[in-house]
Structures are given as C-alpha cells and as structure tokens.
C-alpha cells in the first residue's frame, strides 16, 4: 500500500460521510403495504394520543371492558370501545351510553350531548391503521376462549408496539421507571396489577424479539438483489432492536436484587437483541457494497487464501521465543500465535445454560451457514479464518460471542477486508474501507491498528517494512503489548525497542511478568545490557514494595497467577532471562561486571553454573569463576571451580570429543584453576601480612 492512502484516513470521503442518510432515506422509501397514512388526522391524532397519555391509565386502555348496563335485568355485556368524557371510565357501549343517566361506576351524570364520549386509545389506534383489525379479531377470539387476561396482556403489547414503531420507545422505558417501578402504583383490579408488573415489560421484549427474527430470516436467504430491495426493512427492524435494547436496559435496573433466574434471563435476552442489531447493521452496510462481489480479492479462491494463512501460522512459530512465564502444553502451543487467532480467542464465550439453548438456536438460524456455527463452537473461531465468505465473517462475528466486544469484532472485520485486499490497488478497495469507518465511527488510530496487526502478520518483509511504518502512529499507552513481542521475533529489536519507549514501558509503570521478559529481551537483543539490567532491577522493586503493602502473598489455586505476583519469581525469571540471553549472545563477559546484589546474584550463578555444567565445552563456568575472584570471594571461586571440574570429567568420559575440542577445555581448566590457586594464595599471603 502506497503511504499516501493511509495518510489520507484522517476524515471519511464524500461517498462515505452520506452513509448515514442513505441509509436513513432508504428506511423511509421501504414502506409496508400495511403502513399507515401518516398525514391522516385520524393517525396524528392517536399518536398524539398515545404520546400525551399519563402512562398509569395505559393499563387501562389497554384492559378489555364490558358494559356495564343493565337490560331486562342482566348486564348488556358489550364490547366498550369508548371512554366516559365526564368521568373517564370505559363502562358503558356507545348505545347504552344515550339511555344511561350516570356511569354505572362511579354514578357522575353523563351530559346530553354530543361530546360525552372519546374513543379508547386502543380503538383510535384500529381506526387510524396503526393497529391491524385482524390483530384485534384474534385478540377477541382469546377473550370468547376464557383466555381475558392474555387478551389483556395483547392490548397492552400492541399499544408497546405502536409506540416502537413511530419512534416512541421512550414512551415504554418510562411506564418501566414511572409506573412499574412506582410503589406507589397499585390496584385492587387483578388484571390492571398484573399490566403493572414489570414481568409484562419483559415478555413484550422477548416476544417482539422473537417477531423480528420471523422476519429477519426471509431477507437474510434471499438473494443478494433481493436483499437489496429489503434494505429498508432491515434498517427499520435494526432500528426496532435498539428499541428493544433501550427498554431491556432499564428493565435491568429493575431487576436488579430479583432472584439470579429472573435477571439472568433478562440479561441473556438483552445479549441476544444486542447481537442481533450488530449483526443487521453489518449486514446492512454489506448489502449496500454488494457484499463486495465486485470487488477484486487478492486470493484466487479460498483454497489458495487457506494456504497462505497456513504459511503466516508456520512462520509466526518458527520464529517464536520459548514462554519463560508459563510453560504448559497450551502455552506452547499459543507462543506462536497470530494476532487474528488471539483477537477470535478473546471475542469467544463459554456455552450459554441449557434454559437460553432456544433463544441461542433462534439466533443462530439467522446465520446462512449453519454448520460453520457449530464448527466454531466445537474447534473455536480461530480455526474458521479465513472465513468462507464475506457473509460468513459477519455472521461468525456477530452472532457469536459477547455483544460487548463489539469493537474488537469490527476490528477483525477490517482486518479481514486488509487481508482480502491488501497488495491491489488502493483505488479498488479504499472507498470500501472510508464507508464502514465512515458508517460505523471508526477512528483514524483503530483503522490503522487493524492494518498494522495484519500487516504483522504477514510474513512478507514488504509488510513488515510498511508496519514499521505505521507503528509511530499508534503507538501509545494503550498499545498491544504483542506488537513489540513480534517485532522482536521478527528480527527488527530496535524498533520494538522505539514501540516499549513510545508505550511508555520504561520501568515506571508495572506491567505483566511477560511483557516484562519481552522488554528485557529487546534491551539486550539491542545490546542495551546495562540498561536491560537497570529495567529488571527497577521493575522488581515496584514488585517488591506492592508486595510488601499487600502482605505476604496468600495460596493460590492458579499456579501461573500465584507466580505473576511473587516478587521472588519476578526476580528468578527477568535474571534467568538476561543470562540465558548473554550466553546466547557472548555477553557474558560483560553481564558479569555489572553490579548484581546478593539476591541477583543466586539466580545468576545458578543459571551460569548449570549451562556450564550441561555443556562444559562453553566458557561460561570460568567466566563464573571469574566473577567471584572479581569480588574477592575466593572460597565460592574454588567451590565452583571443584564443581566445573567434576562436571568436565564426567562429561569427558561420556562423549566422544575433538581433539581441537579437548585441547580447549583442557587448557581453560588448567588456566581457571591456576588462576583459582594462585588467588587462593595472594589471599592467605595477604592474610598472614595483615593487609
């Protein structure tokens, strides 16, 4: 990629910056058959109706009523589709009404004329279109079948969902806050209570959920084209699960202190609306870009693009550093780990409980591939990359794991786009990029990061060079620890050395005990011995001191957690490293002048003394040696020097060597133990003078 095209993502293109009111235009174009005429007076007057109505009666409007009339000694029993003016009580037929001198309830005299009734909101809603005829025919058949409270419970949704429809959620958050929340807000009527109760809330929730979805799973299976033309009806239905989203999140402060069932499937549910509107939206923005079909992909076929991520992941662990920190069999297996494996890994959830299994398999239809969903629970996400399709990204993404990470999902999303596009011309696929940044709030610093991880990734030298580009950048507080760890690994230490310095990882802060030996091994791999020493030293110390403040460290049954937060296994493990990697590099000659405290200096000797005892060919035992007689501490040099001689013999007698092999270390262990003697002497010479 030429470096004018990542310069030039610092503002969404014209093309982009519209995203937003195409999409707006095109939810109002897509219009239902069964809309209704909103410049009536009829809908206006409902909406406004619905709008002004003191929330604590729409239970009342919503509750069926009979009228309460008496004819010929019994009641007349009729449906009630008006409200007493004078009173405000829904008990009287319109033609009981003009034979009655009073309500039947509370006994105020109804006037004689022609204002003595209003429609009940329910009714005024069926008029104006708002509600369907049939909708209410069916509620009628429930209340003929000895089912009146669900009858109830249907009027009172379908007012819930007049109000999702014209952009009036908030009407339902507040009869959440107002009116079920209120203490205060009571009833001796049964049915009336029952509308009260939160539960009702909750249950429209879901079951208007479970309606979007009906009708989410026509315009995902069609066809590209005809998606297309069902743009605005997504729009509408993303638009409705925000809603839903909106009214769940009050709902949970109201919850909260219920029993753990309760909550938990409430939260449960508020996870799968979530999930399902990050979905709709990315796919609304696929539907508008085709799905990207006529864009050219780098890749010939998804074969060929699976053999190219195969590469990345051989290569990333050949190059790998071993894990001083955590040495189990999964730890090996992740050392040489991509970014876009770790970034799937951490969006997976564990299995939901077997009571969400319906809601779990009701998202999951939404998905056009089935058996990659359960391919991805079974074997994890990471397996499933390159993912099949563009449409089989978003649906693996978005309908799996938390709704929570949300960013990290778009994050991999781009990252697959950089991959499916990176090395074609710039002019083919960067609009592509400036739309979804564009649609979705996307940062200038994020699209870069995404680039920069795959980038990374790739194990071409053409993007690692661009990567080191880029990385001035991004780099800050809150960048990756792994960014520095791979460019190490890659061969490029002074540049990983500049990522530690401009993430502010110099030692004043703590960081975790592995990105503690990575900023060690960058310092000596860039021949920063001195200042890897004083990084170690200086780090330790914080160790120390928040040990010490929070007291002695108590049993922990996480054996990796319980040694990340001893100070004694900080120590052991940045020391063993920075040996370990000056006798790699022929340092040790140098490591040994620098100045080791005594608690150092364990974990140094015994570091030195068992690679020299594993291969006594090395000059790392008399350099040992020498560090002792450096410090006038003759009796440890001889002790060392008895154990380097045993150690050679022994392995003298069980390997076949070179005779040019043999003539060294003969002659480094008669230099050593001369030396050793001849010092052992000057210090008793000396003694006996009194010096």
Request: charged share 25%; hydrophobic share 40%.
């Amino acid at each position: 990629m030429e470096r004018n095209l990542i310069n030039s993502w610092g503002s969404p293109s014209t093309s982009s910056a519209g995203a937003g009111s195409r999409h707006a235009a095109s939810a109002r174009s897509a219009a239902s058959p069964l809309q209704p005429n909103y410049s009536s007076l009829a809908v206006q007057k409902a909406l406004e109706h619905l709008a002004s109505l003191d929330l604590i009666e729409l239970c009342s409007e919503a509750k069926v009523e009979r009228c309460r009339a008496t004819r010929d000694l019994r009641s007349c029993g009729r449906y009630v589709q008006h409200v007493l003016v004078s009173c405000g009580h829904a008990s009287l037929c319109k033609e009981c009404s003009q034979r009655c001198d009073s309500c039947p309830i509370c006994r105020i005299p109804i006037p004689k004329n022609d204002s003595r009734l209003r429609p009940r909101l329910y009714c005024e809603c069926i008029e104006a279109g708002l509600i369907s005829k049939r909708c209410d025919e069916r509620f009628q058949e429930k209340e003929e079948g000895d089912d009146q409270l669900t009858a109830d419970v249907l009027r009172l949704y379908a007012l819930f969902d007049v109000a999702m429809e014209n952009n009036l959620v908030s009407l339902i958050c507040h009869y959440v806050t107002d009116v079920c929340m209120d203490e205060t807000a009571v009833s001796s009527d049964p049915v009336i209570a029952f509308l009260l109760d939160e539960v009702v809330v909750k249950d429209w929730c879901k079951r208007t959920f479970r309606n979007i979805i009906e009708e989410l799973l026509p315009i995902y299976d069609s066809g590209e084209e005809d998606m297309g033309e069902k743009i605005g009806l997504l729009l509408k239905l993303s638009s409705n699960l925000g809603g839903i989203s909106n009214v769940l999140e009050v709902l949970d402060s109201s919850f909260q202190g219920s029993s753990s069932a309760q909550l938990n499937d409430l939260q449960f549910l508020h996870e799968s609306v979530s999930k399902a509107k990050q979905h709709a939206d990315i796919m609304a923005w696929c539907i508008r870009n085709e799905f990207l079909e006529n864009v050219r992909a780098r890749y010939g076929n998804l074969a060929s693009w699976r053999s190219v991520a195969r590469e990345r992941k051989a290569a990333a662990t050949k190059r790998s550093w071993p894990d001083v920190v955590n040495h189990s069999a999964e730890s090996s297996v992740k050392a040489g780990s991509l970014f876009i494996e770790d970034a799937l890994s951490n969006i997976e959830i564990p299995q939901g409980h077997p009571q969400h299994m319906e809601e779990e398999l009701r998202l999951a239809s939404l998905q056009k591939d089935r058996d990659s969903l359960f391919r991805s629970k079974l074997e994890g996400l990471a397996v499933c990359y390159p993912f099949e399709s563009l449409r089989a990204a978003v649906d693996m993404l978005f309908l799996t794991g938390s709704s929570d990470m949300v960013v990290a999902k778009e994050a991999i999303f781009l990252y697959y786009i950089f991959d499916r596009h990176w090395t074609t011309p710039d002019d083919n696929w960067r609009s592509i990029i400036d739309d979804f940044a564009a649609t979705f709030g996307i940062t200038r610093h994020s699209l870069i990061e995404s680039l920069t991880f795959y980038l990374l990734d790739d194990d071409t030298d053409e993007a690692l060079k661009e990567a080191c580009n880029l990385l001035p950048e991004i780099c800050g507080p809150s960048t990756h620890p792994k960014i520095a760890q791979v460019l190490l690994e890659r061969g490029v230490p002074e540049t990983a050395l500049m990522v530690l310095r401009w993430s502010g990882h110099d030692g004043s802060e703590i960081v975790s005990l592995s990105e503690a030996v990575t900023a060690v091994r960058v310092r000596v791999e860039c021949g920063l011995l001195t200042e890897a020493f004083m990084y170690q030293r200086m780090l330790c110390a914080k160790v120390r001191e928040k040990n010490s403040k929070r007291g002695p460290p108590k049993d922990s049954p996480n054996h990796l957690e319980a040694k990340t937060n001893r100070w004694g296994d900080w120590l052991e493990t940045l020391v063993t490293e920075i040996c370990c990697l000056c006798i790699k590099r022929n340092l040790v000659d140098r490591m040994i002048e620098l100045p080791w405290n005594s608690d150092e200096e364990k974990y140094l000797s015994k570091c030195l003394l068992d690679c020299a005892i594993h291969d006594p060919s090395t000059t790392t035992g008399n350099l040992l040696v020498v560090y002792y007689l450096q410090r006038y501490r003759y009796t440890e040099a001889y002790e060392i020097d008895a154990k380097l001689q045993n150690a050679e013999q022994d392995f003298l007698s069980m390997n076949s060597i070179d005779e040019r092999v043999l003539s060294r270390m003969r002659s480094a262990s008669h230099w050593r133990a001369t030396l050793v003697v001849s010092s052992v002497k000057a210090c008793v010479k000396f003694s006996d003078h009194g010096i």
